[in-house]
């Protein structure tokens, strides 16, 4: 299993909205709507942001959101603020049992 | 308020067998699958593995040969074992609940450093 492709950054100013794109192939994203996303500050351990694709966990801002067209899944995050400064990670089922991550895109509020 | 706890030796050589343990405090054991994912230095992440309270594991085909995960469901807790490490097997481990159908991650330990280093 290859890991899911991810651009290694992306930034954007306070109040912009910046997409992130993890694409997979049709064993894993295309396959499945288990795509999850992870934000990841310097030092701490991953915190589950996004999951089936678009769903949110309780206490995730609505500024966060998730969808997927074919092997691709993206993540918006809208009304940039400081604290979204972080790295983010996609994953997806990838069947069989199997559970793929993206390479990380570093997200730079400017 | 579920929270994962975990330990194991932080510095090992190469050829030695990497042993770390995960507590899972509060909560149902039994109705969940734990995993181990894993992050080298300055990289992504990495799926390892995972085990529900019955036994039942799913591996990481790339790691599949070398890692034993196993539970105590009388202590709630789950461990790793990766055996024949080398340089390339430093990284954070990090226990987790989570797993299974959806492959959902949403409660993560505070992550161990390992250091393979002759």
């Known amino acids: 299993q290859s890991a899911l492709t991810q651009p290694p950054s992306a930034s954007g100013s306070p109040g912009q909205s910046v997409t992130i794109s993890c694409t997979g192939t049709s064993s894993d994203i295309g396959g499945y709507n288990y795509v999850s996303w992870y934000q990841q500050h310097p030092g701490k351990a991953p915190k589950l942001i996004i999951y089936?694709?678009?769903k949110r966990p309780s206490g995730v801002p609505d500024r966060f959101s998730g969808s997927k067209s074919g092997n691709t899944a993206s993540l918006t995050v809208s009304g940039l603020q400081a604290e979204d400064e972080a790295d983010y990670y996609c994953?997806?089922?990838?069947?069989?049992?199997?559970?793929?991550f993206g390479g990380g895109t570093k997200l730079t509020v400017l | 308020q579920v929270q994962l706890q975990q330990w194991g030796a932080g510095l090992l050589k190469p050829s030695e067998t990497l042993s770390l343990t995960c507590a899972v405090y509060?909560?149902?054991?039994?109705?969940?699958?734990w995993t181990w994912i894993r992050q080298p230095p300055g990289k992504g992440l990495e799926w390892i593995g995972e085990?529900?309270?019955?036994?039942?594991?799913n591996y990481n085909p790339s790691l599949k040969s070398r890692v034993t995960i196993s539970v105590d469901t009388s202590k709630n807790q789950f461990s790793l074992k990766l055996t024949s490490v080398t340089a390339a097997d430093t990284a954070v481990y990090y226990c987790?609940?989570?797993?299974?159908?959806?492959?959902?991650?949403?409660?993560w330990g505070q992550g161990t450093m390992v250091t393979v280093s002759s």
């Open positions: 089936e694709v678009s």
């Open positions: 987790a609940r989570g797993g299974g159908t959806t492959m959902i991650v949403p409660i």
């Open positions: 994953s997806s089922y990838a069947g069989s049992n199997n559970l793929v």
């Open positions: 085990i529900n309270h019955g036994g039942s594991t």
């Open positions: 509060g909560g149902s054991f039994s109705d969940y699958y």
